[in-house]
């Protein structure tokens, strides 16, 4: 079994700036792509960031890309993004997921997800 836990959420001003961490425990942390989705009120969740097994290949979505940054600590079992020029149409609910089997823009591809973190920006 696979745990995730997510941290690092808050309220933050737009242009400002936060860092989420998700942390894993329970499986090999290293094996396969984690990624980071969001889900505002009323709306569907959506992709935001992926990162593959070894670092090497990033994926963002286009309204992140520039101001998100993902990255992994395999030593430390967790994966992070760093959320940079911050708007208020960030706020929503982030997710960080494991467990991919397909494509990692897609949610339904992961099979492990955290609780979620809550990140709010003020205008």
């Known amino acids: 079994q696979v745990q995730l836990v997510e941290s690092g959420g808050g309220l933050v001003q737009a242009g400002g700036s936060l860092r989420l961490s998700c942390a894993q425990s329970?499986?090999?942390?290293?094996?396969?792509?984690k990624g980071w989705f969001r889900q505002a009120p009323a709306k569907e969740r959506e992709f935001v960031a992926a990162?593959?097994?070894?670092?090497?290949?990033?994926y963002y979505a286009d309204s992140v890309q520039g101001r998100f940054t993902i990255s992994k600590d395999n030593a430390k079992n967790t994966v992070f993004l760093q959320m940079n020029s911050l708007k208020p149409e960030d706020t929503a609910v982030y997710y960080c997921?494991?467990?991919?089997?397909?494509?990692?823009?897609?949610?339904?591809?992961?099979?492990?997800w955290g609780q979620g973190t809550q990140v709010t920006v003020s205008s």
């Open positions: 329970g499986r090999t942390f290293s094996s396969g792509p």
């Open positions: 990162i593959t097994w070894n670092g090497v290949r990033l």
């Open positions: 997921a494991a467990g991919n089997s397909g494509s990692v823009y897609y949610a339904r591809a992961y099979a492990y």
